[in-house]
C-alpha cells in the first residue's frame, strides 16, 4: 500500500503534455480561438486522413505482387481466385468512391459552396489518386493474367475469327 501510495505521487510532479491546458481562460476570445484553431486542425487532419486513404490501394500493391507471385503461373483454383480478388477490388473500390471519400469531406461550415459531401467535386485531387492507385491494381491483375495465358495477346489466340481467301493455286475464270 505504501508503495502505491509513493508512486502516485511521484507521477504528480510532472508538467502536462504539450498542447495540454488544465484550466480555460474566463476571456471570452481565449475559447473563441482554441475552437476556431481546434477546427482548422481538425479540417487538415480530415484532409491528410483523405490522403492516406487516396494512396491506400498503392500501399498494399506490394503484398498483393508477392501473393500473385507465390500462386504460380499455371491457371489452378487457388491462382484464379486471388487474380479474380485483385481484378474485382478495383471496381468494388472505384464504384464506393464518394461513399468512402464522405466522412473526409469538408464540414459544412467550412464548405463554402454547399456542395455535398458524396460529390465528385468534394475532394478531387485525392479522388484522382485514389483512381490511379485503383488503375495500378488492375493492371497488376490484368499483367497477371497475360503471364497466365489468359488474356489474347498473340495471332494464334485470333484464329478462330481469322476468313482466309481462295487459296492462290486455283484460279477463278
Not at 480530415?46 to 490522403?51: G, I, L, P, V, Y
Not at 498494399?60 to 500473385?68: G, K
Not at 494464334?156 to 481462295?166: N, V
Request: hydrophobic share 40%.
Amino acid at each position: 500500500m505504501a508503495g502505491q501510495v509513493a508512486e502516485s505521487s511521484k507521477w504528480k510532479h510532472l508538467p502536462p503534455p504539450p498542447g495540454f491546458s488544465q484550466s480555460v481562460s474566463s476571456s471570452s476570445k481565449a475559447p473563441v480561438k482554441a475552437s476556431t484553431t481546434s477546427k482548422k486542425s481538425y479540417e487538415e487532419l480530415k484532409e491528410k486522413r483523405a490522403w492516406d486513404f487516396a494512396i491506400s490501394p498503392a500501399k498494399s500493391l506490394p503484398m498483393q505482387a508477392f501473393m500473385l507471385y507465390m500462386s504460380g503461373g499455371g491457371v489452378q483454383v487457388f491462382s484464379m481466385g486471388i487474380v479474380f480478388m485483385l481484378l474485382s477490388s478495383p471496381f468494388k473500390n472505384l464504384a464506393a468512391m464518394n461513399a468512402a471519400f464522405a466522412p473526409f469531406a469538408p464540414s459544412s461550415s467550412s464548405n463554402k459552396s454547399g456542395q455535398d459531401a458524396e460529390s465528385f467535386t468534394t475532394l478531387p485531387l485525392q479522388k484522382l489518386v485514389y483512381l490511379i492507385c485503383n488503375l495500378l491494381t488492375l493492371a497488376l491483375g490484368l499483367w497477371k493474367c497475360r503471364s497466365m495465358g489468359l488474356l489474347p495477346t498473340g495471332t494464334g489466340d485470333w484464329l478462330a475469327f481469322e476468313t482466309r481467301g481462295p487459296p492462290p493455286e486455283i484460279v477463278l475464270l
